[in-house]
């Protein structure tokens, strides 16, 4: 199955957040962008997205490993898992399933949800 252009997008905003590439990460979304990280925090636009790239919480880039991406209109869905380095705590795992809304050609809306794995 070939990828489309949403899913590409997408691609290169994970590759972005992998190296901290914030550059990157903000080519993919739109001006107004909105993130919500359900049960933590809802950012608007680009200016607040770029501050919670690299949260001051955690240290270093995280490892993502996205293992389901699902396309359906102007929504991309992905799942995975990752790992990241919290100041506080150290090391942790998480699971993840992030949905993108596009218009535009770009992301306009990414909803997250993460859970903590053991």
């Known amino acids: 199955m070939t990828r ?19 550059p990157r990460i903000l080519a993919t979304l739109t001006d107004d962008v909105v993130w919500v990280i359900h049960g933590h925090r809802t950012t608007h636009g680009k200016a607040e997205f770029d501050g919670e790239i690299e949260n001051p919480a955690f240290t ?8 389901r991406v699902i396309e ?8 995975g898992e990752g790992r990241g380095v919290s100041v506080e705590h150290g090391p942790f795992r998480f699971a993840f399933s992030d949905l993108f809304t596009f218009r535009d050609g770009l992301i306009a809306r990414v909803d997250s949800y993460v859970v903590p794995l053991p």
């Open 72 to 79: 359906d209109g102007p929504v991309v869905v992905t799942t």
């Open 4 to 22: 489309t252009g949403r899913q590409h997008l997408v691609e290169d905003y994970f590759a972005g957040f992998r190296t901290s590439d914030h």
């Open 60 to 67: 270093g880039s995280p490892d993502l490993d996205v293992q």
